[in-house]
Protein backbone atom coordinates (compact mmCIF):
# COMPACT_ATOMS: atom_id res chain seq x y z
CA UNK A 1 0.00 0.00 0.00
CA UNK A 2 1.31 3.49 -0.69
CA UNK A 3 1.83 5.53 2.05
CA UNK A 4 1.92 9.55 1.94
CA UNK A 5 3.25 11.70 4.81
CA UNK A 6 1.25 15.25 5.16
CA UNK A 7 -0.95 16.89 5.76
CA UNK A 8 -4.07 17.74 4.11
CA UNK A 9 -3.42 21.56 3.31
CA UNK A 10 -0.51 21.50 1.80
CA UNK A 11 -0.49 22.13 -1.58
CA UNK A 12 1.91 20.10 -2.39
CA UNK A 13 0.50 17.52 -0.73
CA UNK A 14 -2.83 18.22 -2.23
CA UNK A 15 -1.36 17.45 -5.71
CA UNK A 16 0.11 13.80 -4.83
CA UNK A 17 -3.39 13.20 -3.23
CA UNK A 18 -5.40 13.92 -6.37
CA UNK A 19 -2.89 11.71 -8.74
CA UNK A 20 -3.18 9.20 -6.19
CA UNK A 21 -6.98 8.85 -6.37
CA UNK A 22 -7.21 9.33 -10.35
CA UNK A 23 -4.72 6.46 -10.27
CA UNK A 24 -7.26 5.05 -7.59
CA UNK A 25 -4.25 3.35 -5.86
CA UNK A 26 -4.57 1.93 -2.17
CA UNK A 27 -2.88 4.22 0.55
CA UNK A 28 -2.88 5.64 4.03
CA UNK A 29 -2.18 8.85 4.45
CA UNK A 30 -0.35 9.85 7.53
CA UNK A 31 -0.62 13.43 8.93
CA UNK A 32 2.74 15.40 9.48
CA UNK A 33 3.84 18.78 8.99
CA UNK A 34 2.15 22.02 10.15
CA UNK A 35 -0.19 21.98 13.60
CA UNK A 36 1.12 17.88 13.00
CA UNK A 37 4.78 18.26 13.60
CA UNK A 38 6.61 14.99 13.21
CA UNK A 39 8.36 16.55 10.72
CA UNK A 40 11.44 17.10 13.09
CA UNK A 41 11.77 13.76 14.52
CA UNK A 42 14.82 11.72 13.44
CA UNK A 43 12.75 9.18 11.62
CA UNK A 44 10.74 11.93 9.41
CA UNK A 45 14.68 13.22 8.83
CA UNK A 46 15.93 9.99 7.40
CA UNK A 47 12.94 10.11 4.72
CA UNK A 48 13.68 13.35 3.68
CA UNK A 49 16.07 15.67 5.36
CA UNK A 50 14.69 18.81 4.18
CA UNK A 51 11.98 18.19 6.47
CA UNK A 52 8.91 18.80 4.29
CA UNK A 53 5.79 17.36 3.25
CA UNK A 54 4.67 15.51 1.33
CA UNK A 55 6.89 11.76 1.65
CA UNK A 56 5.83 8.93 -0.43
CA UNK A 57 6.71 5.06 0.63
CA UNK A 58 6.15 2.80 -1.74
CA UNK A 59 6.69 -0.56 -0.14
CA UNK A 60 10.22 0.60 0.73
CA UNK A 61 10.96 3.24 -2.08
CA UNK A 62 10.91 6.64 -0.11
CA UNK A 63 10.79 9.65 -2.34
CA UNK A 64 10.13 13.41 -1.98
CA UNK A 65 9.76 16.71 -3.92
CA UNK A 66 6.25 16.25 -4.74
CA UNK A 67 6.39 16.85 -8.94
CA UNK A 68 9.10 13.40 -8.43
CA UNK A 69 6.28 11.97 -6.70
CA UNK A 70 3.28 12.56 -8.89
CA UNK A 71 6.06 11.52 -12.16
CA UNK A 72 6.79 8.14 -10.31
CA UNK A 73 3.61 7.57 -9.13
CA UNK A 74 2.00 7.89 -12.52
CA UNK A 75 4.68 5.81 -14.54
CA UNK A 76 4.13 3.10 -12.15
CA UNK A 77 0.70 3.04 -11.95
CA UNK A 78 -0.72 5.05 -14.93
CA UNK A 79 1.12 4.45 -17.52
CA UNK A 80 -0.41 5.85 -21.08
CA UNK A 81 -3.02 7.35 -18.99
CA UNK A 82 -1.62 10.65 -16.50
CA UNK A 83 2.01 9.43 -17.65
CA UNK A 84 2.34 9.86 -21.80
CA UNK A 85 4.30 7.21 -23.65
CA UNK A 86 5.51 9.52 -26.48
CA UNK A 87 8.63 11.18 -25.62
CA UNK A 88 7.65 14.18 -27.18
CA UNK A 89 4.71 14.06 -24.78
CA UNK A 90 6.46 12.76 -22.11
CA UNK A 91 8.39 16.36 -22.17
CA UNK A 92 6.19 18.55 -23.17
CA UNK A 93 4.05 17.21 -19.15
CA UNK A 94 7.99 17.78 -18.00
CA UNK A 95 7.87 21.67 -19.42
CA UNK A 96 4.50 22.52 -17.95
CA UNK A 97 5.36 20.56 -14.49
CA UNK A 98 8.83 22.18 -14.39
CA UNK A 99 6.88 25.69 -15.36
CA UNK A 100 4.54 24.90 -12.67
CA UNK A 101 7.15 24.89 -9.89
CA UNK A 102 9.80 27.71 -11.04
CA UNK A 103 7.12 30.19 -12.89
CA UNK A 104 3.55 29.81 -11.30
CA UNK A 105 4.13 28.88 -7.68
CA UNK A 106 6.33 31.49 -6.60
CA UNK A 107 3.92 34.28 -6.93
CA UNK A 108 0.53 31.86 -6.17
CA UNK A 109 1.86 30.47 -2.92
CA UNK A 110 4.70 32.39 -1.27
CA UNK A 111 3.93 35.70 -2.83
CA UNK A 112 0.19 35.85 -2.56
CA UNK A 113 -1.22 32.86 -0.54
CA UNK A 114 1.23 33.49 2.26
CA UNK A 115 0.40 36.93 2.55
CA UNK A 116 -3.41 35.82 2.85
CA UNK A 117 -2.76 32.68 5.75
CA UNK A 118 0.54 33.87 7.32
CA UNK A 119 0.18 38.11 7.52
CA UNK A 120 -2.76 40.09 9.56
CA UNK A 121 -4.75 42.32 7.01
CA UNK A 122 -3.27 45.57 8.92
CA UNK A 123 0.27 44.36 8.07
CA UNK A 124 -0.27 43.01 4.40
CA UNK A 125 1.99 44.13 1.99
CA UNK A 126 -1.13 45.44 -0.54
CA UNK A 127 1.51 46.62 -3.09
CA UNK A 128 3.43 43.33 -2.95
CA UNK A 129 0.09 41.49 -3.42
CA UNK A 130 -0.93 43.76 -6.07
CA UNK A 131 2.25 43.09 -8.03
CA UNK A 132 1.98 39.17 -7.48
CA UNK A 133 -1.72 38.66 -8.66
CA UNK A 134 -0.42 40.59 -11.86
CA UNK A 135 2.64 38.69 -12.44
CA UNK A 136 0.16 35.33 -11.80
CA UNK A 137 -2.50 36.85 -14.41
CA UNK A 138 0.66 37.47 -17.19
CA UNK A 139 1.92 33.98 -16.73
CA UNK A 140 -1.91 32.57 -17.00
CA UNK A 141 -1.98 34.36 -19.91
CA UNK A 142 0.09 31.72 -21.29
CA UNK A 143 -1.05 28.75 -19.89
CA UNK A 144 -4.67 30.56 -21.72
CA UNK A 145 -3.21 29.96 -24.92
CA UNK A 146 -2.20 26.84 -24.72
CA UNK A 147 -5.86 25.81 -22.98
CA UNK A 148 -7.39 27.00 -26.16
CA UNK A 149 -7.22 24.68 -28.62
CA UNK A 150 -7.77 21.44 -25.81
CA UNK A 151 -9.78 20.76 -22.55
CA UNK A 152 -6.23 19.83 -20.91
CA UNK A 153 -2.94 20.97 -21.03
CA UNK A 154 -1.40 18.07 -23.15
CA UNK A 155 -4.59 17.42 -25.08
CA UNK A 156 -7.66 15.57 -24.88
CA UNK A 157 -7.00 13.70 -21.67
CA UNK A 158 -6.11 14.40 -17.89
CA UNK A 159 -1.99 14.02 -17.50
CA UNK A 160 0.34 15.06 -14.72
CA UNK A 161 1.15 18.26 -16.44
CA UNK A 162 -2.73 19.04 -15.27
CA UNK A 163 -1.91 17.94 -11.67
CA UNK A 164 0.79 20.08 -11.69
CA UNK A 165 -0.66 23.30 -12.80
CA UNK A 166 -4.00 22.75 -11.79
CA UNK A 167 -3.40 22.28 -7.67
CA UNK A 168 -2.56 25.73 -7.95
CA UNK A 169 -5.45 27.44 -9.33
CA UNK A 170 -8.07 26.52 -6.53
CA UNK A 171 -6.03 28.89 -4.45
CA UNK A 172 -5.29 31.41 -6.85
CA UNK A 173 -9.30 31.35 -7.81
CA UNK A 174 -10.46 31.49 -3.89
CA UNK A 175 -8.03 34.25 -3.05
CA UNK A 176 -9.41 37.77 -3.09
CA UNK A 177 -7.29 39.23 -5.59
CA UNK A 178 -7.57 40.54 -9.15
CA UNK A 179 -7.66 38.46 -12.24
CA UNK A 180 -7.67 39.17 -15.51
CA UNK A 181 -10.44 37.33 -17.73
CA UNK A 182 -8.93 34.17 -19.01
CA UNK A 183 -11.36 32.05 -20.92
CA UNK A 184 -9.85 29.10 -21.34
CA UNK A 185 -8.32 28.63 -17.64
CA UNK A 186 -11.96 29.29 -16.17
CA UNK A 187 -13.36 26.85 -18.44
CA UNK A 188 -10.44 24.45 -17.81
CA UNK A 189 -10.75 24.99 -13.79
CA UNK A 190 -14.28 24.38 -13.95
CA UNK A 191 -13.33 21.29 -15.46
CA UNK A 192 -11.46 20.23 -13.06
CA UNK A 193 -13.45 21.05 -10.26
CA UNK A 194 -16.11 18.72 -11.24
CA UNK A 195 -13.85 15.79 -11.35
CA UNK A 196 -14.39 14.13 -7.78
CA UNK A 197 -10.45 13.32 -7.54
CA UNK A 198 -10.18 17.32 -7.03
CA UNK A 199 -12.85 18.15 -5.29
CA UNK A 200 -12.11 15.71 -2.17
CA UNK A 201 -8.00 16.62 -2.47
CA UNK A 202 -7.21 19.76 -3.63
CA UNK A 203 -11.06 21.77 -3.03
CA UNK A 204 -9.67 21.76 0.80
CA UNK A 205 -10.87 25.40 1.99
CA UNK A 206 -7.81 27.11 4.05
CA UNK A 207 -9.92 29.63 5.92
CA UNK A 208 -8.69 27.43 9.23
CA UNK A 209 -4.71 27.93 8.01
CA UNK A 210 -5.03 31.71 9.14
CA UNK A 211 -3.43 33.32 11.74
CA UNK A 212 -5.60 35.48 13.94
CA UNK A 213 -5.82 38.50 11.82
CA UNK A 214 -5.44 37.53 8.33
N1 LIG B 1 9.35 21.54 -3.44
C1 LIG B 1 8.72 20.79 -2.36
C2 LIG B 1 8.11 21.78 -1.39
C3 LIG B 1 7.55 21.08 -0.17
C4 LIG B 1 7.00 22.09 0.82
O1 LIG B 1 7.34 23.30 0.79
N2 LIG B 1 6.14 21.62 1.72
C5 LIG B 1 5.55 22.47 2.74
C6 LIG B 1 4.02 22.34 2.71
S1 LIG B 1 3.34 22.87 1.15
C7 LIG B 1 6.00 22.02 4.12
O2 LIG B 1 6.37 20.89 4.34
N3 LIG B 1 5.95 22.96 5.06
C8 LIG B 1 6.29 22.67 6.42
C9 LIG B 1 5.16 22.01 7.17
O3 LIG B 1 4.06 21.80 6.61
O4 LIG B 1 5.38 21.67 8.33
C10 LIG B 1 7.66 19.85 -2.96
O5 LIG B 1 7.10 20.21 -4.01
O6 LIG B 1 7.40 18.77 -2.41
Redesign the pocket.
Known amino acids: MLKIW??KT????Q?VMWAVAELGEAHQRIE???PFGK?DTPEFGAMNP?????VLDDRGFVL????S?VRYLAATYGADSLAPADPHAAARADQWMDWS?TTLYPDVIPGLFVQFVRVTASDRNIALVDNHAKRAGANLAILDAQLSANPFILGDALTVADIAVGTLLYRYYTMPIARPALPHVEAYYKRLAARKAYQDHVMIDWQSMKIPGA
Do not use: Q
Open positions: GRSVNVKAGGTNRLVPWESNIL
